[in-house]
């Protein structure tokens, strides 16, 4: 008899970095690196695959949002270039990195959710 487990909300797991399954084992190992399987309800996770797609994404939307800031510093302080990269290189590495463990967590939760398999892809 196959285990029952509730339906997971996709926002509320990927947030977590949780299991889309079962919503209590931790996904990654490491950074950004997914487990082979969930230690708690044993789920394979081979099948739900991300690739490129939330570094896409974290660049197109992270970018709308830091190239406008930045505009705005350069014509309200002008200050030289240096603070620039003083300024902007951390906080884009630092953002683009908090952002983007949630945000590939959502897409496998959302690949889960949708029982998309990377087989029905490649097809």
Same mark, same amino acid.
Request: proline share 3%; glycine share 10%; with cysteine.
């Given at each position: 008899m196959t285990e029952y487990y509730p339906r997971q909300s996709s926002l509320k797991t990927g947030l977590r970095c949780?299991? &889309?399954?079962?919503?209590?084992?931790?996904?990654?190992?490491?950074?950004?690196?997914v487990r082979d399987r969930c230690s708690v309800?044993?789920?394979?996770?081979?099948?739900?695959?991300?690739?490129?797609?939330p570094a896409f994404f974290i660049i197109v939307l992270y970018s709308a949002l830091i190239l406008p800031l930045a505009a705005w510093f350069q014509f309200a302080v002008e200050p030289p270039?240096?603070?620039?990269?003083? !300024?902007?290189? &951390?906080?884009? !590495?630092?953002?683009?990195?908090?952002?983007?463990r949630p945000?590939?967590?959502?897409?496998?939760?959302?690949?889960?959710?949708?029982?998309?398999?990377?087989?029905d892809i490649t097809r």
């Open positions: 949780a299991c &889309p399954r079962c919503g209590q084992g931790k996904l990654y190992v490491g950074l950004l690196t309800c044993d789920f394979d996770y081979g099948r739900l695959n991300t690739d490129d797609g270039i240096w603070v620039h990269f003083l !300024i902007w290189i &951390p906080v884009i !590495i630092v953002g683009a990195i908090a952002l983007m945000f590939k967590a959502w897409l496998v939760a959302q690949q889960f959710k949708h029982d998309v398999d990377d087989a």
